[in-house]
T-cell receptor, first 114, second 113 residues
Framework: GAVVSQHPSRVICKSGTSVKIECRSL??????MFWYRQFPKQSLMLMAT?????????EQGVEKDKFLINHASLTLSTLTVTSAHPEDSSFYIC??????????FGAGTRLSVL | QQQVKQSPQSLIVQKGGISIINCAYE??????FPWYQQFPGKGPALLIA?????SEKKEGRFTISFNKSAKQFSLHIMDSQPGDSATYFC????????????FGQGTRLTINP
């Protein structure tokens, strides 16, 4: 299957700082990338849909100023958690859609805000 | 309404047995039904998928059965192994727009040796 790389795998930061998470499609061009959040023992919650060269579309209830998404190229999307607080601690996962519209996921990023 | 209901929430199967996980959806706005396997601390990995014009798809020990009229689909894992212990998510892809995935609630599968 296609490879999606997500970095970093784990980040610990102080409250009030910003954290950037990168998502790359390594062997295909992804016109669409998705960002999810997952709480322990729960399903994936879609946060936003990211398209190259255009503004991200956020799901209802997701603060766009808190979770900044940039889809700079067909292989890279970034999620920046701004002014992070302990309640932002979670597992964040990206996915990228192949030209055949199949979603492959990154390995996830565990964010811990102290 | 775009929802996918998955059951059971957790499942324990003896090694060598058959694991069965069920999903049901409520509307016809979906065109593709993948199953993902997730290990703790990792992202979901695509396991197997089916389109609604097919009633069954088999890949190795994994089989999807699809009942279009009942709006149900299920994952069967034959000869279940301890290494299959993971959380499994069914999903349905929305036909239009960004073609988002709608996920089931997940099933935590434990295979006892």
């Amino acid at each position: 299957g296609a490879v999606v790389s997500q970095h970093p795998s784990r980040v610990i930061c102080k409250s009030g700082t910003s954290v950037k998470i990168e998502c790359r499609s390594l062997d295909f061009q992804a016109t669409t990338m998705f960002w999810y959040r997952q709480f322990p023992k729960q399903s994936l919650m879609l946060m936003a849909t990211s398209n190259e060269g255009s503004k991200a579309t956020y799901e209802q209830g997701v603060e766009k100023d808190k979770f900044l998404i940039n889809h700079a190229s067909l292989t890279l999307s970034t999620l920046t958690v701004t002014s992070a607080h302990p309640e932002d601690s979670s597992f964040y996962i990206c996915s990228a859609t192949t030209p055949k519209n199949i979603q492959y996921f990154g390995a996830g990023t565990r964010l811990s805000v102290l | 309404q775009q929802q996918v209901k998955q059951s059971p929430q957790s499942l324990i199967v003896q090694k060598g047995g058959i694991s069965i996980i069920n999903c049901a959806y409520e509307n016809t706005a979906f065109d593709y039904f993948p199953w993902y396997q997730q290990f703790p601390g990792k992202g979901p990995a695509l396991l197997i998928a089916i389109r609604p014009d097919v009633s069954e798809k088999k890949e190795g020990r994994f089989t999807i059965s699809f009942n279009k009229s009942a709006k149900q689909f299920s994952l069967h894992i034959m000869d279940s192994q301890p290494g299959d212990s993971a959380t499994y998510f069914c999903a349905a892809r929305v036909k239009r727009g960004a073609q988002k995935l709608v996920f089931g609630q997940g099933t935590r599968l434990t295979i006892n040796p």
